[in-house]
């Protein structure tokens, strides 16, 4: 068999164990050929491949962050418009499988050509969690662990000055990275996408902690939290590739109305692609490495239209239209379990 494999969207620690995994065991399980597709959709817009081989080079690459086959983002309706084109290069490229491995963008894009008949494995990947019907996406684990050693930092620096601390850590659409972190670092409080924050409210928890003789305030606010509207405007940033708003800079701009309305001192710290960025932790080299084995397996047994997906410790196989009908948000429950450790 010839699998054809891409790394779509943005990058991710643990894209690399992937395509090892899905090289390694298409190569000596079946005997089958990889071909990598360069750069994401783009790659099977405009016909650029390179051949992997586990001997040449694929085998070290598991520890490497980023991705050796590039990546990049595109917009869904190129991505729509292109499906003949890319249906093309598959098969000029005698492309028995596609196993694109993706976020939301690229496992939709999967969806789409599952459904005109052209047969695909997903595998999820995001820093950000979001992807339902999985219990977790390899990448998520090395940014929390970046973003846990940061808070970590700040809370020293912050009681010595007796300041607040804003935490800007990525998650446009969903707070888990914001969630875990702010558990697992300590935060004072946690700000997500699914819960608009009224700034009044957070003076008060900043206020009434200072009044206690507590020595700091930690905050982490996920990159897409957004304020009540009542209660603050934020200053817009653009739209991302689904035409979504951005809005720039959430926790300086926060920062700057709890100087405003409360006079303390307050820094704030935007992690940016750090948490993207490096080696990825040993558990997500794990999960992205079961998580190729599986995509290769099902290729092979024709378990097409499907994504591999976390269910509890288990690996297993679940529709990719279930996959992308919704992003896998913070439900209310989760948030309030961490309430408890806010003020
Ligand atoms: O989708 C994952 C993500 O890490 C988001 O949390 C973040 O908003 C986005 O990628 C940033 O992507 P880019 O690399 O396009 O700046």
Aim: with cysteine; charged share 25%.
């Amino acid at each position: 068999m010839r699998i054809g494999v891409l790394t779509g969207g943005g990058d991710c620690p643990g894209l690399n164990a992937v395509i090892r995994a899905v090289v390694r065991t298409s190569e000596v399980r079946y005997g089958s050929t990889v071909v990598g597709f360069r750069d994401g959709w783009r790659g099977l817009l405009e016909d650029r491949k390179q051949r992997l081989r586990f001997d040449e080079r694929v085998d070290q690459i598991l520890d490497r962050g980023g991705t050796i086959l590039g990546t990049a983002r595109v917009n869904p309706t190129i991505l729509r418009e292109g499906l003949d084109t890319i249906k093309q290069t598959l098969d000029d490229n005698g492309i028995d499988v596609l196993i694109p491995i993706g976020g939301e963008g690229t496992l939709t894009a999967a969806h789409w050509l599952a459904e005109s008949g052209v047969p695909g494995v997903g595998v999820p990947k995001t820093i950000d969690n979001d992807i339902a019907c999985t219990d977790y996406t390899f990448g998520f684990n090395t940014a929390l662990a970046i973003a846990t050693e940061a808070i970590d930092r700040l809370h020293t620096t912050a009681e010595s000055h007796q300041r607040v601390m804003l935490v800007e850590v990525m998650g446009r659409h969903a707070g888990w990275i914001a969630l875990h972190a702010g558990l697992a670092g300590g935060a004072h409080l946690t700000i997500i996408p699914e819960q608009p924050f009224d700034v009044d409210e957070v003076c008060r928890m900043v206020k009434s902690r200072f009044q206690r003789g507590d020595s700091h305030f930690i905050c982490v606010v996920a990159e897409g939290a957004a304020p009540m509207p009542e209660s603050m405007t934020l200053r817009e940033g653009g739209f991302d590739e689904f035409g979504h708003k951005r809005f720039t800079g959430v926790a300086q701009q926060l920062g700057a109305e709890i100087e405003k309305r409360i006079g303390k001192d307050v820094r704030t710290t935007v992690l940016g692609h750090v948490q993207r960025g490096g080696t990825p932790t040993a558990y997500d080299r794990v999960l992205a490495t079961r998580f190729g084995i599986h995509a290769a397996d099902a290729a092979h047994a024709g378990e097409h239209g499907k994504m591999v997906a976390l269910d509890g410790t288990d690996v297993t196989l679940v529709a990719l239209a279930d996959a992308v009908d919704h992003l896998k948000t913070v439900p209310q429950d989760r948030y309030d379990e961490a309430a408890a450790f806010f003020g």
